[in-house]
């Protein structure tokens, strides 16, 4: 019987294919995995309302570690278990440096608030696939600067969604004074965080609440927002799809998101 106890998933390139949906056999691989009283945890840069939808199809997941790390979600109890939130202050600056410029902002915790016209043309910020989950999920709004400015307050993460990958260095040069962990994503994306925080320190916060060492469990990943919690993990296994850096920092490398490589994880290293 393998040692590890827990597996943490990564959403977008990994348990999800290329549709944005989860595979029957990785379904039925995570089940089997319940039953031995292995944990499954989902690791994301989702909030909590873009990940409601799914919660019925994994119903033996009971943890999620949300927007990158930021906030720890027991889904049986429905209740934030952490939460780390970047200060009302940072994020008016966030809203203010790059007001002006041809970006998509979104605010996330539990909450996803993003422009109203801008989920509409997602294609122009490489996002186009999410555009039917941002239309479902998405509390919108006509302008997100004079939205938070009308109630203030703290966010546990905030995106930027570029047109191109030149734009998403601008941004980044020009919130480097600001304290927030910085992560690419996708094609052209920025995510901002507490610094300090990322979906690794979310797993080690998880390990304290559930008593286990990390060295006993295993994290899945396909991008750079998944190398902390790759290096926090006891075991890391890159997706097929995953980019060259982080296939060099894993330990394994998986069948791609369309080819069950989740399934192949869980059955080959969790349950084995």
Do not use: W
Request: negative net charge; hydrophobic residues 35%; aromatic residues 6%.
């Amino acid at each position: 019987m393998s040692k590890y106890q827990l597996i943490a998933l990564d959403m977008d390139g990994t348990l999800l294919n290329s549709e944005k949906k989860i595979s029957p056999r990785t379904a039925d691989a995570i089940r089997r995995a319940g039953r031995q009283g292995k944990t499954t945890v989902i690791s994301t840069g989702r909030c909590i309302a873009e990940m409601r939808e799914y919660m019925e199809q994994l119903p033996d997941v009971r943890y999620m570690i949300c927007v990158s790390g930021a906030l720890l979600y027991d889904c049986m109890e429905e209740r934030v278990l952490y939460s780390e939130k970047i200060g009302a202050d940072t994020v008016r600056s966030l809203l203010e440096i790059t007001r002006g410029r041809d970006i998509m902002r979104h605010l996330l915790g539990v909450e996803s608030i993003a422009e109203r016209d801008q989920i509409l043309h997602m294609d122009r910020y490489h996002m186009g696939v999410y555009r039917p989950l941002y239309q479902r999920a998405a509390t919108q709004v006509e302008d997100i600067y004079e939205y938070f400015r009308s109630a203030p307050r703290p966010f546990e993460k905030m995106n930027f969604y570029h047109t191109g990958v030149r734009e998403r260095e601008i941004t980044r040069a020009a919130l480097r004074h600001l304290p927030v962990e910085m992560k690419d994503s996708e094609e052209t994306s920025l995510e901002c965080s507490v610094k300090g925080i990322n979906k690794g320190t979310g797993l080690l916060v998880l390990c304290r609440h559930l008593g286990i060492d990390p060295s006993v469990t295993i994290a899945v990943g396909d991008a750079d927002n998944d190398a902390d919690i790759l290096s926090a993990a006891g075991l890391s296994l890159a997706m097929g799809n995953a980019n060259e850096r982080i296939k060099k920092i894993c330990g394994a490398v998986l069948p791609d998101n369309d080819h069950d490589g989740c399934a192949a994880a869980v059955e080959t290293y969790l349950c084995s």
